[in-house]
Nanobody, 114 residues
Framework: VQLAESGGGLVQPAGSLRLSCVVSGFDFSGSAMRWFRQTPTKLRELVASINAGGDYTYVEDFARGRFTISRDNGKGTLYLQMNDLLPEDTGVYFC????????WGQGTQVTVSS
């Protein structure tokens, strides 16, 4: 099982980023998926989740209205569109499969700073 996150970078406040997570080694289309983040001041926390079919999503309060989770089962890829970024969104973002919850990728660094 491999999870490869990408798309992070340095962005100014109010900017946008689109994170991607390419998955291999298990049945991606059969698993709910999640985005987590680890910030300098907090333990790893859930950001958003999506069911296997992609028709139900959940976004944590701090990201609601700014972040959108989506997936392309044909490409085995999970996405996180992040808009109106805040400095407190700075951290390392990870994708995770509900059916393989002990497996983590290397994450992608997001830095929001002017």
């Amino acid at each position: 099982v491999q999870l490869a996150e990408s798309g992070g970078g340095l962005v100014q406040p109010a900017g946008s980023l689109r994170l991607s997570c390419v998955v291999s080694g298990f049945d991606f289309s059969g698993s709910a998926m999640r985005w987590f983040r680890q910030t300098p001041t907090k333990l790893r926390e859930l950001v958003a989740s999506i069911n296997a079919g992609g028709d139900y999503t959940y976004v944590e309060d701090f990201a609601r209205g700014r972040f959108t989770i989506s997936r392309d089962n044909g490409k085995g890829t999970l996405y996180l569109q992040m808009n109106d970024l805040l400095p407190e969104d700075t951290g390392v973002y990870f994708c995770n499969a509900a059916s393989r919850s002990s497996v983590w990728g290397q994450g992608t660094q997001v830095t929001v700073s002017s």
